[in-house]
Structures are given as structure tokens and as C-alpha cells.
């Protein structure tokens, strides 16, 4: 497994990995009405492409199929965090939590946070994230679930 910096070209895969995220992994704590509200498949390509030039993610490869994806912005805050329901728990997302705490070593980032899935909640905790806040975000006039967590970083040096 490799964890390598985004390319362009890479978004459609990236979308996949979402969608497969969502519909397969989280579909075990979310309704049938929250998922579609949450991940439609008929997102526009374009819109979706721009933002993941702008996240620029990591990308996590699996014998040259992409496994996962997280980004880490320069606040510390990581918007996208997914992992393809054909590769759960096989290292993937702690690899990519891995290279999120390298990078924000090296940007001196103090802190991470993140909005995270129920689904989730259980993974950031076990990587030393603390619940802050939990929310209820509405999507296509659908309530969703969510929990706001963060981690102090203490860097040496």
C-alpha cells in the first residue's frame, strides 16, 4: 500500500471511493434517506473535481487501485476522510491518519479536527481525537448525524 499526493486525473476514482464510503461502510449507522441525502451519485463531476483540486488529498493505493483518501487543510482541519467499502479495515485509514500527522508536523499545525460520520466517531477515537461537539447537519432537507472531534498535537522537535 502506498499513500502518495493527489494527481489530477484522480477525481473520479476519489468520487467512487466516497460514494463506496458512504452507500457500503456507512449505510450500517445512517438510513436509506440519509445516505442518498449525503452521497448522491449524480453529483455534478465538475463541481466535484474542483473541490478535490482544492483539498488536494492524500491518496491511499492498493495495488494500483485507489483504496482511500484524506486531506489535511492548513488549519488542521480534515475535511475528507474516506475509505473504499472494498478495502475496510485493512490499514488504510490509519495509514492515511498516519501521513495527516506527518504533514501537519511538518506545517507546525498544532491541532487537528474534523466533522466526522458515526460511523466514524469509533476510528478518530482510537487515533486520540476527543469529542467537542455532536451535530445534526441538514442535506437535501435531510437530518444527518455528526460529531465534531479534535486532537492537540505536541510535535518534538
Known sequence: MEIRRFRTGDEGALFQVFLSAVHDIASRDYTAAQIEAWAQADRAP??????????????????????????????????????????????????????????????????LTADVSKTAESFFLHHGFQVVKRGFPIRQGVILQNVLMRKGLHHRI
Do not use: C
Open 46 to 111: 465538475e463541481v466535484w473535481a474542483s473541490r478535490m483540486r482544492k483539498l488536494r488529498p492524500f491518496v491511499a493505493e492498493a495495488e494500483g487501485e485507489i483504496a482511500g483518501y484524506a486531506d489535511i487543510q492548513p488549519n488542521g482541519y480534515i475535511d475528507h476522510f474516506f475509505v473504499s467499502g472494498a478495502y475496510p479495515r485493512q490499514g488504510v485509514g490509519t495509514l492515511l491518519m498516519s501521513r495527516i500527522h506527518d504533514e501537519a508536523k511538518l506545517l507546525g499545525i498544532s491541532q
